[in-house]
């Protein structure tokens, strides 16, 4: 199925530009391609036990356990620091804006310790 659209280029008086538009040959509808979209939800998973984070009190108890320290300097984020690395994991206060870039800062910070897969 082809769409076109007509629409005046800037500068040309005139004249107009045509775009098309092809859809897939597959037949995936938007609602379709919306559902796969919320089916790949990333997660956090602690690798050693193969369990995926579902709260900052469990995420916490496994940094802790690897040597990391909270900062509590700053009341809209919650920070983590490792004495023996410069490196500082900041996350925002509320769980539900925790992120994939989150979950991927963690992950290369703590190397073979944590995975981000999709749900």
Known sequence: MRRYSLHARRGDVGSVGVQEWRHSAS????ADETNIVKAKRKVLVYTPSNEVIT????????????????????AHLLQFHKASTV????????????????????????????????M
């Open 27 to 30: 037949g995936e509808s938007r």
């Open 87 to 118: 490196h500082l994991i900041s996350l925002p206060t509320d769980f539900s804006k925790f992120k994939s870039m989150h979950m991927y800062d963690i992950v290369v910070k703590n190397r073979n310790m944590f995975q981000v897969r999709d």
């Open 55 to 74: 709260s900052y009190s469990h995420l916490q108890r496994h940094l802790y356990a690897l040597g990391w320290e909270r900062y509590y300097e700053n």
